[in-house]
């Protein structure tokens, strides 16, 4: 696997390498091309000024030798231009070259007469000018009163300054190119190291260390992705320690009756004579363990079943102010026999989206749970309001309270204050669990407050039905 990273790595450098060497080569290549074509278009338009200048200077000459019919003076003019000069007639018949080429012979006018101009030409597309040359030709042309005054001059010396600037460019260019490559290296092994340490981070993960981290180094969007990492990472860490504290957990839970009913079992069979009111007690303590025992059970599934989907939360309209005031109504017997006094009262009468059944399991859990851990002579109160457009439920006891450490903790499962004194009220530890999933599975949301020995305040808050407030009257 170890070369197996390597080789990922080294992929992404060359990759990384080539893409950054492809980009600074086509870069020089087109600063080279448009660096030559601009020196071209200097040399060129230098030069035809300068040809342009000296044709234009001898046309007022040739005109009025052409007009007496002196050809003689006409060459002479011509002849002391550098280069091979061509002078034709409005019917583009050449009365005079320089070069003693095309006297006499008519020639096809390389681009528009009417007006000064130059252009590059090769050898072979001058078509009666009989160039037997084969360089490069820049023709100048000037117009006359009737004909055209052309210069034609060997381009040579601008292809090989041509040739000569690109030869001087390569060396400092080479050198940049150099320098590039070195930086490209050290860009891509800077930029590949953290893909590599999150590659490394991603490998140690799938095998199950859920304690690795990535490094956060800078702030590019490696660094950014590295953060996303961790937080994923660290996320996952969580749940497996929850994971395995939930199995440890459940596992105790499920142990301790078991154990129980085993040591009761063996007792009643290996009784020496048997005693028909001890084997009724024991058999009562049998029965009561099973109870218990199927009570963590029927909890562990309902909070698998809720944390998988497989339990769906069935909501409808319904009136929780009913709902709170049905559950206070069933548990006042068990109030009243424990010397606790339970009371509600519904400010307004609300209507939200849930599933009856699975509210009625959270409110009855908390009010039941505040009479388990309020003392004789003192209340449990609830009280029904809105605020704004949610559904707002406190249950309110003057019980134990919960010590502060304990708070943050207090809906985690098999979460205890007291173990002793929670097993004696026979809870599993699920139960406020379960209470917290179907409050978030319906919106919601659920805190408590607590003060030692002056009771708690479980605070659960529901969004209501299109914030829909009904009648006393839809009520009844």
Do not use: W
Not at 187 to 194: E, H
Not at 332 to 358: C, F, H, M, T, Y
Request: proline share 3%; net charge neutral; glycine share 6%.
């Amino acid at each position: 696997m170890a070369n197996s990273d390597k080789k990922r790595t080294s992929s992404i450098r060359s990759k990384l390498i080539f893409a950054y060497l492809a980009v600074i080569v086509v870069a020089f290549l087109l600063l080279g091309a448009s660096f030559t074509a601009m020196m071209g278009d200097y040399l060129f338009n230098s030069f035809s000024k300068i040809s342009l200048d000296q044709i234009s200077g001898i046309r007022t000459r040739i005109d009025s030798a052409l007009q007496e019919g002196d050809i003689q003076n006409v060459y002479s003019v011509a002849s002391q231009l550098p280069g091979r000069i061509v002078i034709t007639t409005e019917n583009n018949v050449a009365v005079c070259d320089t070069a003693s080429l095309v006297n006499g012979c008519i020639v096809d006018p390389p681009f528009d007469t009417s007006k000064k101009n130059a252009a590059f030409f090769r050898p072979n597309t001058l078509k009666g000018f009989a160039v037997d040359s084969d360089n490069y030709i820049i023709v100048s042309a000037t117009p006359l009163d009737k004909g055209c005054i052309y210069s034609l001059d060997n381009a040579d010396f601008i292809i090989t300054s041509l040739k000569s600037q690109s030869i001087r460019l390569i060396l400092p260019l080479t050198g940049v190119l150099l320098l590039s490559v070195f930086l490209g290296l050290l860009f891509t092994r800077s930029y590949t190291r953290p893909v590599k340490e999150l590659d490394k981070a991603i490998k140690s993960l799938s095998d199950g260390d859920f304690t690795v981290r990535a490094k956060e180094i800078g702030n590019t969007e490696l660094t950014r992705l590295a953060s996303a990492f961790n937080d994923m990472a660290g996320r996952m860490e969580m749940l497996d320690r929850s994971r395995n504290q939930f199995v440890s957990n459940a596992s105790h839970e499920l142990k301790t009756p078991l154990a129980t009913i085993k040591i009761l079992v063996q007792t009643l069979l290996y009784q020496d004579v048997y005693d028909a009111a001890m084997s009724k007690e024991f058999l009562s303590d049998v029965d009561r363990e099973i109870d218990r025992l199927n009570a963590v059970v029927v909890d562990l599934l309902t909070l698998v079943g809720m944390d998988s989907g497989e339990t769906p939360i069935k909501k409808s309209e319904m009136s929780l102010s009913r709902l709170l005031s049905e559950d206070v109504r069933r548990l006042s017997p068990l109030a009243r026999e424990r010397g606790i006094q339970l009371s509600i009262s519904v400010r307004d009468e609300l209507v939200i989206n849930g599933d009856e059944i699975k509210l009625d399991q959270v409110f009855y859990n908390l009010i039941d749970n505040a009479l388990k851990y309020t003392p004789r002579g003192k209340n449990v109160h609830v009280d029904v309001y809105r605020s704004s457009r949610l559904a707002i439920v406190k249950v309110k006891d003057e019980g134990i309270g919960i010590p502060e450490s304990d708070i943050p903790h207090i809906f985690d499962r098999f979460y205890r204050v007291d173990k002793a004194r929670s097993r004696d009220t026979g809870g599993t530890g699920l139960g406020l669990s379960i209470v917290k999933q179907i409050i978030l599975a319906h919106g919601g949301n659920i805190s408590v407050s607590s003060t030692l020995d002056k009771g708690s305040v479980f605070t659960v808050e529901l969004p209501l039905f299109s914030g829909r407030i009904p009648s006393k009257e839809s009520e009844r």
